[in-house]
């Protein structure tokens, strides 16, 4: 497990080493480690969301760990039927994103502020005790993130394209 640890020490991901080491067993995948380190509240930047939680009541929580200009998005209008649809403003554009799930509303974000480098990128690390694990990542470590056999997240063909 030390290399998982050493990488995320060195890029300041970490929260507490101690805590990480005395939570994680020997022996385990790290990308399990990583779910558990998230969950945990171990990894800056990391959320553990509910999978009960809609893409509306995630906004707030998300896009203030996002940081940057995402915090002054603004959700204007929430309409449930047929599909839930979130009308956002950001700047002066009001725009409509149709969001069935947690996973379309990252995918969205991510895409709103692929250019924006004072916003963190935002990975779905997986699913982990009943939560769907995401992770809020600078953009400058991102591209050694996705070198590191440890780091493979639901959504990394995406996050490709912000660590550009």
Not at 30 to 43: I, K, N
Not at 51 to 58: S, T, Y
Not at 71 to 92: F, I, T
Request: proline share 7%; net charge negative; with cysteine.
């Amino acid at each position: 497990m030390p290399p998982l640890l050493d990488v995320l020490t060195r890029e300041h991901l970490l929260k507490d080493r101690a805590a990480a080491s005395e939570l994680l067993p020997r022996g385990e995948p790290p990308q399990v480690s990583l779910l558990r380190l998230c969950d945990a509240g171990l990894l800056q930047g990391g959320l553990s969301v509910s999978l009960g939680v809609r893409p509306d009541e995630l906004m707030g929580p998300l896009t203030l760990a996002m940081g940057g200009a995402a915090r002054r998005l603004k959700v204007v209008d929430v309409r449930e039927r047929p599909v839930l649809e979130l009308h956002v403003q950001a700047g002066e554009v009001i725009e409509r994103w149709e969001v069935e799930n947690l996973s379309a509303l990252v995918h969205n974000l991510n895409d709103l502020y692929r250019d924006a480098q004072d916003v963190r990128a935002v990975a779905e690390l997986g699913e982990w005790e009943d939560a769907l694990q995401l992770w809020c990542i600078d953009k400058r470590a991102l591209p050694r993130l996705l070198r590191q056999p440890f780091f493979s997240p639901w959504n990394a063909r995406a996050l490709q394209g912000s660590a550009s």
